[in-house]
């Protein structure tokens, strides 16, 4: 087992470096003022963090010592467990048993969740590598899987219905196999709806696999990107999920459709209370984490013929409600950009809207309260 100080100072912090990231980020969020004490919820279980919130900062290039680079799981989870987080989801690939042993002792230290990010088995040879992560991660202590059909976007990938129809062949496929692995260790894999599939279309997927083991990763705002509704797609998503992503989006109008962005919590369209409230219902026991990703906003080119090419059947009044929505909710100033900052302040800017995001977590939605 490690010992406190062995624990930071082999990362690169000092054991009073939680003391003092404490007060920093309560003097940046003093800017957003009102936003609450982080101290009094530390020792109940907050909101988490996907890895992917700290994108610019996971084994990052920029020399920066104020936001120094992720170089694994356990430097993100000791960051993570200074600012007040509950826990991390974060990928399982190439952990060796020793580190699921030390981030196991880690996370139990903390008293944190440990949620894995993992990539499906593509064939069956592959099957070999998946399982054998399935099997080092949950020794750490990973009860729970997520994973995503595609790594990109739709109407970005596919060109016509045929290759969408091959990809979902391939995907099926896949979860097949993967499904069969997690049943057979006993821990649940949530596909994350990532702007790959329609809400409908992934319940659709779920109970064909008709596996206890598979259900989904509620990403709160990925389907906006396929204009849909996202609080419609909450609640037909909700009974099917075993983990998270929370975010909340902002939207607003340029030539060829809108754009979209994540934004700090609260400062959307997402009904975040309702959301909460609702996959609680449905899984008592699910983790909230973080997906906050800092970033130039997103084009949706929903004006364009190209963007439609797999979806043949959609009526045009899907489109005209998602653009009547983003009229009616339109962002208020500069949706966020970061292409014209410096590494430094990119990496800056990314950990003051996580910390506002965590705030607002706690005080609005009570996660950990």
Request: glycine letters at 6%; charged letters at 30%; a negative charge.
């Amino acid at each position: 087992m490690m010992e406190d100080s062995t624990d930071f100072q082999s990362m690169g912090f000092s054991p009073g470096r939680r003391d003092f990231i404490h007060k920093a980020g309560m003097a940046v969020l003093a800017l957003s003022s009102p936003l609450p004490d982080f101290s009094e919820y530390f020792e109940k279980e907050a909101m988490g963090i996907v890895v992917h919130s700290y994108w610019s900062r996971w084994n990052s290039n920029v020399q920066s010592e104020r936001f120094p680079a992720f170089q694994d799981a356990k430097q993100l989870m000791l960051h993570c467990y200074e600012i007040g987080a509950g826990g991390i989801q974060v990928g399982v690939g190439a952990w060796s048993d020793s580190f699921a042993y030390e981030i196991k002792s880690l996370k139990e230290k903390r008293g944190m969740f440990l949620e894995g990010s993992i990539s499906l088995p593509q064939n069956d040879q592959d099957s070999e590598r998946f399982e054998n992560e399935v099997k080092i991660a949950k020794s750490a202590g990973v009860e729970v899987f997520r994973t995503v059909c595609l790594s990109g976007r739709r109407y970005e990938d596919f060109k016509s219905i045929e290759e969408f129809e091959d990809f979902k062949k391939s995907s099926i496929a896949a979860l097949e196999r993967a499904s069969k692995i997690v049943a057979k260790y006993q821990v649940k894999l949530g596909v994350e709806n990532h702007k790959d599939w329609k809400a409908e279309e992934l319940v659709d997927l779920i109970k064909k696999l008709d596996n206890d083991y598979v259900g989904v990763t509620i990403d709160f705002g990925n389907n906006l990107a396929l204009m849909e509704d996202p609080n419609e797609v909450i609640e037909l998503l909700a009974p099917y999920a075993f983990s998270t992503h929370i975010k909340d989006m902002g939207i607003k109008e340029y030539e060829n459709g809108f754009l979209l962005s994540e934004v700090p919590l609260g400062e959307g369209i997402v009904d975040l209370k309702k959301a909460v409230e609702t996959c609680k219902k449905y899984n008592p026991d699910i983790k909230f984490s973080l997906e906050m990703i800092t970033r130039d906003p997103l084009e949706i080119p929903c004006l364009t013929k190209e963007y439609w090419a797999t979806f043949p059947e959609v009526p045009a009044s899907v489109m005209l409600e998602i653009l009547q929505l983003v009229k009616e909710k339109e962002f208020e100033g500069a949706l966020p950009k970061v292409s014209h900052l410096t590494g430094e302040q990119k990496l800056e800017l990314g950990e003051k809207n996580i910390l506002k995001c965590l705030a607002y977590s706690k005080k609005i939605l009570r996660i950990g309260a």
